[in-house]
């Protein structure tokens, strides 16, 4: 899988770039803002996160999987999609506007939600550009961009920052790398494929990407309610203080996610050729899929659980009571790393129709809980909801498992339990050395233990990181 793994290795790469430069930036506003307009700020971005599924509806999924099927197709499928986000782009901007004045927000947060409106309409028409990549097996320009996007971003915040304009100017910042983010994409599927994205109404094509798109845009919906849903419900039952406390574990767990995204924007089209071609194929990519998951996902819950206290220091005093949200929300990272590639299978199988039930069930669940627990617990009641529907939505997902291929349960249990034990030696080591040393040491120490008891179990071979390493070497498959 050698096109697999030299997507993965550039698109990791770009990711973990990312996500150090968008949690420094957070990093900045935590300690410059204060836990209420640091709660403004991302409630406004929650809304229109939310609101912009109904721009989206899942079509990036399916502009990648029916151009990793049919690259031929490539012009008349973009140039559908864009005909459609064009009307839906204008709608959805109304209704955001609209919702903003029902529940009579303050000025300063519509404001803030009006300009976070340009980024979500400009995001939904990069993210098709992207997709289109995809079905192309290449994510090195998406991975080059979402780098250049933060840099926009980080540069903006540090100037505004240190001229005290506020966090209007800090939103707006988003839009700026937003467009930069659409003009670059634009310009590449322009050269790369030559392809330009006029808007095309096929009707016949629109109503057939829309019937694969429905359980894709379903998930979607339900998927963005759910990891949502509990900070505008934050907002009205606690406040914008409880959302800006409660953004601390979100933002680290979110930053986090690089891996088993890039992994997963890898692995995609490659699980649905294989379902078409190899059933075999599609199961050691799964299983290796897995395996990779775990080993990062186990050090980095248990590590964070045992250096939580030390971690939220980073966000200045007011920010201390962070460390127990951090705390219980790092148990869920092993269940949502490993949901990642079997929401991909599900997808790339023709599961997507259970993949949407199982989100909508985990949803509701966690919409439940929320209000239930939020006005008893607060910003713990959504931290433990986070916790018990990462589990769920893993386990919904994994009885479907069987139906789509067979799993070697005894071998890959092995694996798994060989992880978890180098982990847990890594957690004890961690936390009876945590309060002796710099925390950037005992990371490593703990980092080194872990590989080496990795190595020592058998768990990691030397052969797998020269996979990744060569990976960087091997010719880049294209289907121009």
Same mark, same amino acid.
Request: hydrophobic share 55%; glycine share 6%.
């Given at each position: ?230 900070? #505008? =419900? +934050? $907002? @009205?039952?606690?406040?914008?203080? *409880?959302? !800006? %406390?409660?953004? /601390? ?62 971690? #939220? =220091? +980073? $966000? @200045?005093?007011?920010?201390?009571? *962070?460390? !127990? %949200?951090?705390? /219980? ?64 939505? +893993? ?86």
């Amino acid at each position: 899988m050698p096109n697999i793994a030299k997507n993965t290795s550039y698109f990791t790469i770009a990711l973990i770039l990312q996500k150090i430069i968008s949690l420094s930036y957070f990093t900045l506003y935590a300690r410059a803002l204060g836990p209420a307009d640091l709660g403004q700020y991302y409630f406004a971005i929650s809304v229109t996160s939310i609101f912009a599924i109904f721009i989206d509806f899942g079509l990036g999924n399916v502009i990648t999987r029916e151009i990793a099927k049919f690259p031929d197709k490539a012009r008349a499928i973009i140039s559908s999609v864009v005909a459609v986000k064009l009307p839906l782009a204008i709608l959805t901007t109304l209704l955001v506007i609209g919702w903003s004045n029902i529940w009579g927000y303050s000025e300063l947060t519509k404001t803030l939600i009006y300009i976070s409106i340009i980024s979500m309409v400009l995001d939904s028409f990069t993210g098709a550009f992207y997709a289109l990549a995809r079905g192309f097996h290449n994510l090195k320009f998406e991975s080059i961009a979402s780098i250049i996007f933060q840099v926009i971003v980080l540069v903006f915040s540090l100037f505004i920052l240190h001229s005290g304009l506020g966090i209007k100017y800090l939103m707006i910042t988003l839009s700026i790398a937003s467009l930069f983010n659409f003009i670059f994409s634009l310009s590449i599927i322009r050269s790369k494929w030559k392809i330009t994205p006029l808007p095309n109404w096929d009707k016949d094509l629109i109503k057939k990407l829309f019937l694969i798109a429905l359980p894709f845009g379903l998930y979607v919906i339900v998927q963005r309610f759910y990891t949502y849903f509990d900070s #505008v =419900l +934050l $907002f @009205k039952l606690a406040g914008d203080r *409880a959302v !800006g %406390l409660y953004q /601390i574990p979100f933002k680290i767990i979110m930053a986090l996610q690089f891996l088993p995204m890039a992994l997963v924007a890898a692995l995609y089209p490659a699980l649905s050729s294989y379902w078409q071609n190899s059933k075999e194929k599609l199961a050691l990519a799964f299983e290796q899929a897995i395996t990779y998951c775990l080993i990062i996902a186990v050090p980095v819950s248990f590590g964070a659980v045992v250096l939580a206290e030390k971690i #939220v =220091l +980073l $966000f @200045k005093e007011q920010f201390t009571e *962070a460390g !127990g %949200l951090l705390r /219980i929300s790092m148990l869920a990272v092993p269940f949502m790393f490993l949901g990642f590639p079997v929401g991909a299978l599900l997808n790339a199988c023709d599961k997507q129709k259970r993949h949407t039930i199982n989100m909508t069930i985990t949803a509701l669940v966690s919409a439940g809980l929320n209000l239930i627990l939020i006005p008893h617990l607060g910003v713990i009641g959504a931290c433990f909801t986070t916790l018990i529907t990462s589990i769920l939505m +893993l386990v919904l997902g994994w009885v479907v498992i069987p139906k789509i291929m067979q799993f070697h349960w005894r071998k890959n249990l092995a694996v798994a339990g060989r992880i978890i034990l180098a982990g847990l030696v890594m957690a004890i080591s961690a936390f009876f050395i945590k309060n002796h040393l710099n925390p950037i040491i005992t990371i490593v120490l703990a980092a080194v233990i872990y590989i080496i008891l990795l190595f020592i179990l058998g768990s990691l071979k030397i052969k797998d990181l020269m996979m990744v390493i060569n990976s960087f070497k091997d010719k880049e498959v294209t289907s121009d």
